[in-house]
């Protein structure tokens, strides 16, 4: 079977955007121009083709990212030139602050992205956090200002918070004509042609020339073509001085320097048009086609070798060694677990095995499927640049790399933020009890920001997560897809510690019982660690993992080599219990300087011993403080109840950064303890008549102020 498509014509993408920007909507338009699907699905009606899990479509969001094929022929092309026909493989991204995670992982396996803005609202916060994870995997965007046929729409003001708070490089690739109940179509400001979308589903696009625009719109438009241009040809020195002597490039050599800006992340182009109207998507669709890179525009994936442990690198081609990167775990109640992933370098043909660098095992893949949302087709082999995902693959986590095991490469992993709120729960009955442990390390694995920890002094179980919502959603799934029925206790904040002063300590730990005995004894020095260090320019001797480091400075052999590695373990369970009020200890540095053996006694359980002993009480001395995650919150308001908000958010240790006007509301930014805002949606409703909304995400931890650190460690006696 060979490849059905050139890589050329291949683009992986991803819709990502604020939550309720519009973006399954524009996705679901997106299937039914590309003719997936021969209805089209609304969220509000609970019938879309991405959103396919029930919680998704009873709350009208979306939750987990689903991926779809699809074929779009440009409009400019005749349909049945099949030179022109391009395979995309989409990803539609959930909106919500609580699934980052998925916004987080689908941008590190796609080339490129369209990024849905709000016409009303403009740049939201959620889109500032999805804009800063893209910069983040370097993934070139196009920008579409949606849902300009709304009340209060302004593309210009979208625009400009464009340029305000995401990037100074965005720009107008169209002006709208119209907006509100007027909006009929879009202006190219490349081509300098109007565009009118007619038919039953705007399925018609219609190409106007400009005379038939009102005179003041003509205006606009040569300004912003000219602006464009300028934009265009600063990417060609040669183009640019031509430029400058008067001669106009022609539409494909702008067209060629527009997509090799695009690539470089030197240009975003902005789109508008109303996904919800029929307007617009087609011609997003062209850009994608025209201005997004294939995978054979990016850079060649790194990782390292996994034997030498020195970079290494695989180019877009099916005839590199085969390469991987898993970056979803789904369970599916008829396959059981499915593994999502992005085939960088090689080919994979369903029955063969791949070696995965983690557990340094192989593995057999059964069959291998290409999904389109939650249908699937199976096919026999998987082709460089493709998305699909795996059934039979047992040992395999997300972030996991697949590869060759002749040539072994495993790639760069993807960092995922740490859980900031937690729940006990506890099975109903006996029978629930199997299930519970069961279903929760099933969507454990799913979700690298779900994280389940039994407490050791209660034995409860307590998962932990990204906010209300997620674990809602997770005790509702629990419920739903494994049948196990459970009780909840309420949220509560993952507190952290840290010390604030440097220690030194010894631990010792030596028992003598008949027969040989026990012997460990370490000196340590510990100190908060320095964050502003970047982790290649630490010293050969020092290990850095999140929130810990490691020094070892042992001289002379006090401490045998081989027992190095158990002092550092060691040191990690002394930090998994604080000293004040038990929470994880993060942010130490511990240096190992000194210490002593004994020939016959001392083995690797007594140095673990010692080690977690000596941290345990350093950190009683070293001037320990409780940390609390603190929220970035954003309250859009009524003018008439900015008194009662902000005030509200000051009576709850809120600081407030600014407001500013979006439209007839008013939004206040503050930054507020996690602990003081559980259940704040039902007394901002009740404050406001019902008529404002708020979003928060984790920003930072910060010390507790002692009144509330004593009444803290209260609790937990």
Same mark, same amino acid.
């Given at each position: 079977?060979?490849?059905?498509?050139?890589?050329?014509?291949?683009?992986?993408?991803?819709?990502?955007?604020?939550?309720?920007?519009?973006?399954?909507?524009?996705?679901?338009?997106?299937?039914?121009?590309?003719?997936?699907?021969?209805?089209?699905?609304?969220?509000?009606?609970?019938?879309?083709?991405?959103?396919?899990?029930?919680?998704?479509?009873?709350?009208?969001?979306?939750?987990?990212?689903?991926?779809?094929?699809?074929?779009?022929?440009?409009?400019?092309?005749?349909?049945?030139?099949?030179?022109?026909?391009?395979?995309?493989?989409?990803?539609?991204?959930?909106?919500?602050?609580?699934?980052?995670?998925?916004?987080?992982?689908?941008?590190?396996?796609?080339?490129?992205?369209?990024?849905?803005?709000?016409?009303?609202?403009?740049?939201?916060?959620?889109?500032?956090?999805?804009?800063?994870?893209?910069?983040?995997?370097?993934?070139?965007?196009?920008?579409?200002?949606?849902?300009?046929?709304?009340?209060?729409?302004?593309?210009?003001?979208?625009?400009?918070?464009?340029?305000?708070?995401?990037?100074?490089?965005?720009?107008?690739?169209?002006?709208?004509?119209?907006?509100?109940?007027?909006?009929?179509? !879009? &202006? /190219?400001? +490349?081509?300098?042609?109007?565009?009118?979308?007619?038919? #039953?589903?705007? $399925?018609?696009?219609? @190409?106007?020339?400009?005379?038939?625009?009102?005179?003041?719109?003509?205006?606009?438009?040569?300004?912003?073509?000219?602006?464009?241009?300028?934009?265009?040809?600063?990417?060609?020195?040669?183009?640019?001085?031509?430029?400058?002597?008067?001669?106009?490039?022609?539409?494909?050599?702008?067209?060629?320097?527009?997509?090799?800006?695009?690539?470089?992340?030197?240009?975003?182009?902005?789109?508008?048009?109303?996904?919800?109207?029929?307007?617009?998507?087609?011609?997003?669709?062209?850009? !994608? &086609? /025209?201005? +997004?890179?294939?995978?054979?525009?990016?850079?060649?994936? #790194?990782?390292? $070798?996994?034997?030498? @442990?020195?970079?290494?690198?695989?180019?877009?081609?099916?005839?590199?060694?085969?390469?991987?990167?898993?970056?979803?775990?789904?369970?599916?109640?008829?396959?059981?677990?499915?593994?999502?992933?992005?085939?960088?370098?090689?080919?994979?043909?369903?029955?063969?095995?791949?070696?995965?660098?983690?557990?340094?095992?192989?593995?057999?893949?059964?069959?291998?499927?290409?999904?389109?949302?939650?249908?699937?087709?199976?096919?026999?082999?998987?082709?460089?640049?493709?998305?699909?995902?795996? &059934?039979?693959?047992?040992?395999?986590?997300?972030?996991?790399?697949?590869?060759?095991?002749?040539?072994?490469?495993?790639?760069?992993?993807?960092?995922?933020?740490?859980?900031?709120?937690?729940?006990?729960?506890?099975?109903?009955?006996?029978?629930?009890?199997?299930?519970?442990?069961?279903?929760?390390?099933?969507?454990?694995?799913?979700?690298?920001?779900?994280?389940?920890?039994?407490?050791?002094?209660?034995?409860?179980?307590?998962?932990?997560?990204?906010?209300?919502?997620?674990?809602?959603?997770?005790?509702?799934?629990?419920?739903?897809?494994?049948?196990?029925?459970?009780?909840?206790?309420?949220?509560? &904040?993952?507190?952290?510690?840290?010390?604030?002063?440097?220690?030194?300590?010894?631990?010792?730990?030596?028992?003598?019982?008949?027969?040989?005995?026990?012997?460990?004894?370490?000196?340590?020095?510990?100190?908060?660690?320095?964050?502003?260090?970047?982790?290649?320019?630490?010293?050969?001797?020092?290990?850095?993992?999140?929130?810990?480091?490691?020094?070892?400075?042992?001289?002379?052999?006090?401490?045998?080599?081989?027992?190095?590695?158990?002092?550092?373990?060691?040191?990690?369970?002394?930090?998994?219990?604080?000293?004040?009020?038990?929470?994880?200890?993060?942010?130490?540095?511990?240096?190992?300087?000194?210490?002593?053996?004994?020939?016959?006694?001392?083995?690797?359980?007594?140095?673990?011993?010692?080690?977690?002993?000596?941290?345990?009480?350093?950190?009683?001395?070293?001037?320990?403080?409780?940390?609390?995650?603190?929220?970035?919150?954003?309250?859009?308001?009524?003018?008439?109840?900015?008194?009662?908000?902000?005030?509200?958010?000051?009576?709850?240790?809120?600081?407030?950064?600014?407001?500013?006007?979006?439209?007839?509301?008013?939004?206040?930014?503050?930054?507020?303890?996690?602990?003081?805002?559980?259940?704040?949606?039902?007394?901002?409703?009740?404050?406001?008549?019902?008529?404002?909304?708020?979003?928060?995400?984790?920003?930072?931890?910060?010390?507790?102020?002692?009144?509330?650190?004593?009444?803290?460690?209260?609790?937990?006696?």
């Amino acid at each position: 079977m060979e490849r059905d498509y050139p890589l050329e014509k291949v683009r992986n993408i991803g819709i990502i955007a604020h939550i309720d920007a519009g973006k399954t909507t524009t996705t679901e338009r997106v299937l039914f121009y590309t003719g997936v699907s021969h209805k089209i699905g609304e969220v509000h009606d609970g019938e879309t083709t991405t959103d396919w899990m029930e919680q998704e479509r009873e709350r009208g969001i979306t939750i987990t990212s689903a991926a779809v094929t699809c074929f779009w022929t440009p409009t400019y092309a005749a349909i049945t030139d099949k030179s022109k026909k391009h395979r995309f493989n989409i990803i539609d991204t959930p909106g919500h602050i609580d699934f980052t995670v998925e916004v987080k992982r689908s941008l590190r396996v796609l080339d490129g992205a369209v990024v849905v803005f709000d016409g009303v609202a403009g740049v939201e916060p959620q889109s500032e956090t999805n804009w800063r994870y893209a910069d983040e995997a370097s993934v070139p965007r196009i920008c579409f200002i949606n849902k300009l046929d709304r009340t209060g729409a302004s593309f210009e003001h979208s625009y400009s918070t464009i340029l305000d708070r995401l990037t100074k490089k965005a720009v107008r690739m169209q002006i709208p004509i119209g907006l509100e109940d007027h909006h009929e179509g !879009v &202006v /190219d400001l +490349l081509k300098m042609k109007a565009y009118y979308f007619e038919g #039953e589903m705007g $399925n018609k696009v219609i @190409e106007k020339d400009l005379s038939s625009l009102p005179e003041n719109m003509k205006a606009d438009a040569e300004k912003y073509h000219a602006e464009l241009i300028e934009k265009i040809v600063e990417q060609d020195d040669a183009v640019m001085n031509d430029y400058l002597e008067g001669k106009v490039p022609d539409i494909d050599t702008l067209k060629k320097l527009m997509r090799k800006g695009v690539i470089a992340n030197e240009i975003f182009p902005v789109f508008a048009g109303s996904a919800l109207k029929n307007k617009g998507v087609q011609l997003v669709l062209d850009a !994608v &086609v /025209d201005y +997004l890179p294939s995978p054979t525009d990016i850079p060649a994936i #790194e990782g390292v $070798n996994p034997d030498t @442990e020195e970079k290494d690198v695989r180019h877009a081609s099916d005839s590199e060694p085969f390469a991987a990167l898993a970056f979803k775990v789904a369970t599916d109640p008829f396959v059981g677990q499915i593994i999502f992933f992005r085939v960088y370098s090689g080919t994979l043909a369903a029955g063969s095995y791949v070696y995965n660098p983690r557990t340094r095992n192989k593995e057999r893949i059964g069959r291998i499927l290409r999904m389109h949302a939650n249908d699937r087709e199976e096919v026999k082999k998987v082709y460089a640049g493709e998305i699909a995902a795996a &059934v039979g693959l047992k040992d395999t986590i997300t972030s996991d790399t697949l590869c060759d095991e002749e040539k072994p490469i495993e790639l760069y992993r993807i960092i995922f933020p740490e859980p900031v709120i937690q729940l006990r729960v506890e099975p109903k009955t006996k029978a629930d009890q199997e299930k519970m442990g069961m279903a929760l390390n099933r969507l454990a694995q799913e979700d690298p920001t779900f994280k389940v920890s039994t407490d050791p002094e209660t034995n409860e179980t307590i998962i932990a997560g990204m906010g209300e919502l997620h674990l809602e959603i997770i005790v509702d799934r629990m419920k739903r897809e494994f049948s196990v029925e459970t009780n909840v206790g309420k949220p509560q &904040v993952a507190y952290r510690e840290t010390i604030t002063s440097t220690a030194e300590m010894e631990g010792k730990y030596i028992k003598q019982s008949g027969g040989r005995g026990n012997y460990g004894h370490v000196r340590i020095r510990i100190k908060p660690m320095d964050q502003n260090v970047d982790i290649d320019d630490l010293p050969k001797n020092v290990k850095r993992e999140k929130g810990f480091e490691f020094i070892n400075t042992i001289k002379g052999g006090s401490i045998p080599q081989e027992y190095i590695p158990a002092c550092e373990k060691g040191f990690k369970e002394g930090l998994d219990r604080g000293v004040l009020a038990g929470f994880k200890l993060e942010n130490v540095s511990v240096e190992l300087y000194d210490g002593s053996f004994h020939e016959v006694d001392s083995n690797e359980m007594a140095f673990k011993i010692a080690a977690s002993m000596a941290i345990q009480d350093a950190c009683k001395i070293a001037k320990p403080v409780i940390l609390e995650p603190m929220m970035k919150v954003e309250v859009v308001t009524p003018d008439k109840f900015m008194g009662d908000v902000t005030g509200s958010l000051s009576s709850k240790r809120g600081i407030i950064e600014g407001m500013e006007a979006r439209g007839m509301n008013q939004a206040v930014k503050a930054v507020v303890p996690l602990s003081e805002m559980f259940g704040y949606m039902t007394s901002l409703r009740s404050m406001t008549e019902g008529r404002a909304g708020f979003t928060m995400e984790f920003l930072r931890y910060d010390i507790v102020p002692n009144s509330v650190a004593t009444s803290i460690i209260e609790s937990r006696k």
